[in-house]
């Protein structure tokens, strides 16, 4: 008797093979109905969620032949072990380097005014800070500050990064900055009273900032305001402890923060 093949098609219908990738987190494709192109973030039975550039989420199923990678079609199937994680970051949300050692500090430094600034800054940027051995040091103001600057004696492998507070427009901070003029020295600022508002209130389950009337101490009043004991170091270390990741803190903080690293740690 003759042997016939069980799949009846005619061999010029027939589609060609394509092959079958396991679909791990992060690889990128693009499903072939729609034209939604997004890494792999998620594969369940029967389902895989991609997400685009944008941080969009769509689910598809694992069809056959529903996908291109690399303009190639394939067969997205469930990976058969565990998925690989995603690098973990750091809390200012760089990535991690497991095990790294601290650098040697280098001769530039970054100064802030005072004791809380230097650790709100050690609390977010403290692992990216020892792995470019960069020190920040605390001046508890900046009224003498062009003598500090000029007693650092800044130079192109010795430069000076100060992060001032309430550095806006006719204040007295920004007379003080506006006499330090040397190249090697980058004077930035945030727009806060203290460094205690850089710290988004909504991490601290409170609406907002209270606004605290002239000639009052600002730290005292807050605490006032907001019902807390008026001890600021308790008080501080309350808004420290709530400060997890740079999600934590306003962008006006964040990019002062990141341009001293940059500017203090450039070839």
Partial sequence: MRSYDPDLTPPWKRSAPVPEVPADRDLVVEEVATGFCGAVIRCEAGTVTLEDRFGKHRVFPLEPRGFLLEGRVVTLVRPSGPAPSRPSRTASGSIAVPAARARVARAGRIYVEGRHDAELVERVWGDDLRIEGVVVEYLEGVDDLPAIVAGFAPAPDARLGVLVDHLVAGSKESRIAAQVTSPDVLVVGHPYIDIWQAVKPSSLGIRAWPTVPRGQEWK??????????????????????RVTSYKDLEPELLGRVEELIDFVTAP
């Fill in 220 to 241: 005292t009043g807050v605490c006032r305001a907001l019902g807390w004991p008026e001890n600021t170091g308790a008080a501080w270390q309350h808004i420290l402890a």
